[in-house]
């Protein structure tokens, strides 16, 4: 049943609409349709935003299941001390300024025959064109007894800014001086490349301050640093000496929260803060939908308009997707991939034809201290041969060294997403 | 059914223009990423809203040359053809400040 969301209620809110409509043109400036955009990240708030911007005649329902927007990119520097929660909430309401029809609840299936969404709460909702954007969520089975350690706090993640961000603070803050910190690091693919190794930066910038006699280790199941490695270790070296110690080709397999330790395939490793990233893959709602076309983890799109090679008439953003070839998980990139999405759902939409020839730019800014920064960017194009987007030759790199202009730089960074997505 | 015609005409007319000016708006939305919506910036970066276009294409050309020193906009300008510059800096020199 269409309790909450039928189309006659949304043209009942909007008197502008509804009236174009009655003028005859419904077709032309009227509500001509209705986008319905599954989560409120990086990706899907910024596909709302601008196809409200590039057509106010289309009607854009965001359905996210948390009322305040958490950023993943800048938590580390919740840990490292030098920013707080606040800092990396916002607020929905910009939104809603563009007329984003801002819904919080869960989405629970996906009916793409019928193109109708089911709320947890709020009953069905129609679409025209459905955009997902889920985020990841954690293949907890490949990390034995990791689900029941986390729910009973003894492991975190914190690879989703929230909660888990917030407890692993309080873990941080209350191990003792000489502790160990164990951050394990999946195989890539993974969410935010550099993340990991931004986030050991800051918990040795909080240690060296609070705690100087503890030790970050990190645990790699990749065989070496798997983005800016030079950057970091350079930086590791110089601002925290004898601090953090790397060790690659370590992958966890299970956790024992009665011992405090990670269990690699070989040895175990104890620690006094044990924060394992899991594996990821895309977010439940995308295997729900039948999006997940790659590894059991992601769904391939034509990166044209980012429609899914799976279901049509449905798009899949950011993290979700199956990169295209050197291309990170990362908020810029989901920002990125949500503009090419707006417009080639609002050129569908009118009957035009997509943008042929998309390209993006991905910059990541990595703090290895409260005010030191690096960075990584990237160009990628459409590339009709490969059929895929791919990073153009030439074009990118990282910094030339940590350096504090490029501390401003990347906190203005995160001041402009923020507003280029939510405001 | 006058007013249907008309909606018809327009409705015909909207693909020939849409083309470049959709290019061009694309191109230019990934920089807001860090230089704000439409290129009015919340700060920290230069906003690129209401530029003159030639003060734009001289810019990015001496990023890419090398000729102006940057921190990574050097690396970025280099993935731009002269045309989509050109397209880019027209873009926002038609965006209100």
């Known amino acids: 049943m269409r309790k909450n969301f039928g189309r006659r209620d949304f043209l009942?809110?909007?008197?502008?609409?509804?009236?174009?409509?009655?003028?005859?043109?419904?077709?032309?400036?009227?509500?001509?349709?209705?986008?319905?955009?599954?989560?409120?990240?990086?990706?899907?708030?910024?596909?709302?935003?601008?196809?409200?911007?590039?057509d106010p005649s289309i009607e854009v329902v965001l359905v996210e299941r948390a009322n305040i927007f958490t950023s993943c990119p800048i938590s580390n520097l919740v840990l490292g001390g030098s920013k707080t929660m606040e800092d990396i909430r916002h607020s929905y309401d910009g939104l809603r300024r563009h007329g984003v029809q801002v819904v919080t609840d869960e989405v629970t299936a996906v009916d793409a025959a019928?193109?109708?969404?089911?709320?947890?709460?709020?009953?069905?909702?129609?679409?025209?064109?459905?955009?997902?954007?889920p985020g990841i969520d954690f293949m907890f089975g490949e990390?034995?007894?990791?689900?029941?350690?986390?729910?009973?706090?003894?492991?975190?993640?914190?690879?989703?800014?929230?909660?888990?961000?917030?407890?692993?603070?309080?873990?941080?803050a209350a191990?003792?001086?000489?502790?160990?910190?164990?951050?394990?690091?999946?195989?890539?693919?993974?969410?935010?490349?550099?993340?990991?190794?931004?986030?050991?930066s800051q918990v040795a910038s909080y240690l060296k301050k609070n705690k100087p006699r503890s030790k970050v280790l990190i645990l790699d199941a990749n065989p070496d640093v798997t983005s800016k490695g030079p950057l970091f270790k350079k930086a590791w070296a110089e601002l925290y000496p004898g601090m953090i110690e790397f060790r690659g080709n370590s992958k966890a397999v299970g956790v024992d929260p009665k011992t405090n330790t990670v269990?690699?395939?070989?040895?175990?490793?104890?620690?006094d803060v044990l924060n394992v990233v899991p594996p990821h893959r895309a977010g439940d709602i995308a295997v729900k939908a039948g999006l997940i076309t790659a590894n059991n983890r992601w769904c391939g799109v034509d990166w044209r308009t980012m429609e899914s090679t799976a279901v049509k008439g449905v798009h899949v953003l950011g993290d979700a997707t199956l990169s295209a070839p050197g291309m990170p998980k990362s908020g810029s990139m989901?920002?990125?991939?949500?503009?090419?999405?707006?417009?080639?759902?609002?050129?569908?939409?009118?009957?035009?034809?997509?943008?042929?020839?998309?390209k993006i730019v991905n910059t990541c800014y990595s703090f290895v201290s409260d005010s030191e920064v690096i960075h990584v960017a990237s160009v990628h194009q459409w590339d009709a041969?490969?059929?895929?987007?791919?990073?153009?030759?030439?074009?990118?790199?990282?910094?030339?060294?940590r350096n504090e202009l490029e501390g401003k730089y990347g906190w203005a960074w995160a001041q402009n997403i923020w507003q280029d997505t939510l405001g | 059914m006058r007013i249907a015609l008309v909606c018809a005409v327009v409705l015909a007319a909207a693909p020939l223009l849409a083309g470049a000016q959709d290019a061009a708006r694309d191109l230019a939305a990934s920089c807001a990423m860090c230089h704000g919506t439409n290129g009015r910036s919340a700060g920290g970066n230069e906003p690129l809203a209401g530029m003159a276009k030639e003060d734009l294409v001289r810019?990015?050309?001496?990023?890419?040359?090398?000729?102006?020193?940057?921190?990574?906009?050097?690396?970025?300008?280099?993935?731009?053809s002269d045309q989509q510059i050109d397209q880019v800096a027209a873009y926002f020199a038609a965006q209100k400040k």
């Open chain 1, 12 to 54: 009942k809110l909007s008197g502008a609409a509804a009236a174009l409509a009655a003028s005859g043109c419904a077709t032309l400036g009227g509500t001509k349709a209705r986008v319905v955009v599954v989560g409120g990240g990086y990706g899907g708030a910024t596909a709302a935003k601008y196809i409200r911007l590039w």
């Open chain 1, 114 to 133: 019928k193109k109708v969404v089911k709320l947890e709460h709020g009953g069905d909702v129609s679409y025209d064109r459905l955009i997902v954007s």
């Open chain 1, 143 to 172: 990390v034995a007894g990791y689900e029941d350690a986390m729910k009973a706090g003894r492991v975190l993640h914190a690879w989703k800014a929230g909660a888990q961000t917030i407890a692993l603070q309080k873990q941080l």
């Open chain 1, 175 to 200: 191990m003792k001086d000489g502790g160990v910190f164990v951050l394990s690091v999946p195989l890539a693919p993974y969410r935010c490349p550099p993340g990991p190794y931004e986030r050991a």
């Open chain 1, 263 to 271: 269990k690699l395939e070989v040895e175990d490793v104890r620690g």
């Open chain 1, 334 to 358: 989901a920002n990125q991939q949500a503009k090419v999405c707006a417009s080639a759902v609002v050129a569908l939409l009118s009957g035009r034809q997509p943008n042929p020839d998309p």
């Open chain 1, 385 to 401: 041969g490969q059929n895929t987007l791919i990073p153009v030759k030439g074009a990118g790199g990282v910094s030339a060294a």
């Open chain 2, 59 to 80: 810019k990015l050309n001496e990023f890419r040359s090398g000729a102006k020193p940057a921190t990574i906009m050097h690396q970025i300008s280099k993935g731009y």
